[in-house]
């Protein structure tokens, strides 16, 4: 896999993703993003001090129904990272990763597809070390940095990440890092709010989630999940 170091740029998923054409592997590490982009059209924050980057990697005979085994990977990976730091981290469905109730990590992925194939993916991740963060984002968002008060290197993080990224079985522990299963949460489903009690995530990504007594499953295109950390009092 290549990798290229830059100093600032729009965004690594835009870069990974316009160098597609090129047919080889590839990992894109930014020290600061201006146009970080995350899921559903919102952006990321993306001062110095974070990780950011994008890998775009190239499939040979990958069914497309298997095709959340790649975010299944990416967040197990950034969740062992985090753990090597001593910290517990839980995945919000499908691709943030929380610490103490706040975002810690956010998660890109962009595929392309071909004939129930998936040809090639760029998975971006934002994950906040010892970067700012802007004041609206603080109630909601922490960084490695504000949760261990230990300044700990942007490169430490990327090595460890990319190091058990690379476990063939990675993927297996998503399951063990899922948050909030038999809590109660919100699914929101463009302008209506329900009240839900996860259950599970199946194997195609799918979130499983009782509303009104009855199990219904969700797809993260259609649905938003909103959690709400217990407080001391409530626990
Ligand atoms: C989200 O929280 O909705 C996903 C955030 C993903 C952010 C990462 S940072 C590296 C890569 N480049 C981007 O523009 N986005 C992803």
């Not at 990675?170 to 299963?181: D, F, K, T, V």
């Not at 993260?220 to 626990?235: G, M």
């Amino acid at each position: 896999m290549k990798r290229i170091f830059l100093e600032e740029i729009p965004s690594t998923n835009d870069y990974a993703k316009a160098r597609r054409n090129e047919k080889q592997d590839l990992l894109v590490v930014a020290k600061k993003q201006t146009g970080g982009r995350g899921t559903k059209g919102r952006s990321f924050s993306s001062q110095e001090g974070g990780v950011y980057l994008s890998r775009l990697q190239f499939y040979e005979n990958f069914p497309a129904k298997d095709a959340f085994r790649i975010m299944q990977s990416a967040a197990a990976a950034v969740c062992e990272t985090l753990s090597s730091f001593g910290l517990i981290p839980k995945i919000k469905w499908p691709n943030d990763v929380y610490v103490n109730g706040k975002k810690i990590c956010g998660i890109l992925i962009e595929n392309t597809f071909s004939g129930g194939f998936v040809a090639s993916s760029v998975v971006g991740i934002g994950l906040n070390v010892s970067n700012d963060l802007p004041d609206e984002l603080s109630p909601i968002a922490t960084s490695v940095y504000k949760e261990t008060g230990k300044k700990i290197s942007v490169d430490e993080v990327i090595q460890r990440l990319l190091r058990v990224w690379e476990k063939k079985t990675i993927h297996e522990s998503y399951a063990q890092y899922l948050g909030w299963l038999g809590e109660e949460v919100s699914l929101v489903l463009g302008e209506r709010t329900a009240k839900a009690t996860l259950l599970s995530v199946d194997g195609e990504g799918g979130l499983w989630a009782r509303v009104n007594g009855e199990e219904k499953r969700f797809v993260a295109a259609e649905v938003t999940l909103r959690v709400t950390e217990k407080t001391e009092e409530e626990k």
